[in-house]
């Protein structure tokens, strides 16, 4: 079944440390993969977006993330984590850009300790 | 620059009543949506509609209906609420897929 996978379901990093949120995807080709963030009581805010070409994407925040299609992941990144990036992160695929349904990993909570 | 506007944000209902969520976007996309919102499940989809005039079924659409009044407009019903309703439901639209843009969401308890 096709599926979009977050293995980490917290995460705790001190400010200022670096950051990595896992994000894996079972589907036959390669689909439009994106990266949302969620503050408390808020929508969903995207971060950044891969369609194709250039593997590593940057994004909003100082966020970046990379496609690698061997491992089909898409993790995202930060060097340098600040407080106010404590939140709710959701990897998320788009397959049929007919319907652009997407879906969505189960979350990522990110704790900042300062 | 509204976006995508949800109504009502909370509401409580009592088991077996009815209610609407409305859900109008201003950015004249052709696809809307609406998901809901459970604790350590991510977003599920329940109804979609890729144009005016379709809809269709999501991966949890027991329960509800939907209504594409117009290209702006998407609304859901619950015709009998039940306690596993009880979610916050998020509205969204998009253009080709290219991403999607959320509302501020509706929390919902069904008591």
């Known amino acids: 079944a096709q599926s979009v996978t977050q293995p980490d379901i917290h995460i705790t990093v001190s400010e200022g440390a670096s950051l990595e949120l896992r994000c894996n995807y079972s589907?036959?080709?390669?689909?439009?993969l994106f990266w949302y963030v969620q503050s408390p009581g808020q929508g969903l805010q995207l971060l950044l977006k891969y369609f194709s070409g250039d593997t590593l994407v940057q994004g909003i925040k100082g966020f970046e993330a990379e496609f690698k299609r061997s491992q089909s992941s898409f993790n995202l990144r930060k060097p340098s984590v600040h407080w106010s990036d404590a939140a709710e992160y959701f990897c998320a695929v788009v397959i049929n850009t007919n319907a652009g349904k997407s879906t969505f990993g189960d979350g990522t909570t990110l704790t900042v300790k300062p | 620059n509204a976006g995508v506007t949800q109504t009502p944000k909370f509401q409580v209902l009592k088991t077996g009543q009815s209610m609407t969520l409305q859900c109008a976007q201003d950015?004249?996309?052709?696809?809307m949506y609406w998901y809901r919102q459970d604790p350590g499940m991510g977003l599920r989809l329940i109804y979609y509609?890729?144009?005016?005039?379709?809809?269709d079924k999501g991966e949890v659409p027991n329960g509800y209906n939907v209504s594409r009044l117009n290209k702006r407009e998407f609304s859901l019903r619950l015709e009998s609420a039940a306690p596993s309703q009880t979610s916050v439901y998020f509205c969204?639209?998009?253009?080709?897929?290219?991403?999607?843009?959320f509302g501020q969401g509706t929390r919902l308890t069904v008591v």
């Open positions: 950015m004249n996309h052709n696809s």
């Open positions: 969204a639209s998009s253009e080709d897929g290219s991403r999607a843009f």
């Open positions: 589907y036959g080709a390669t689909p439009y």
């Open positions: 509609s890729a144009s005016e005039g379709t809809t």
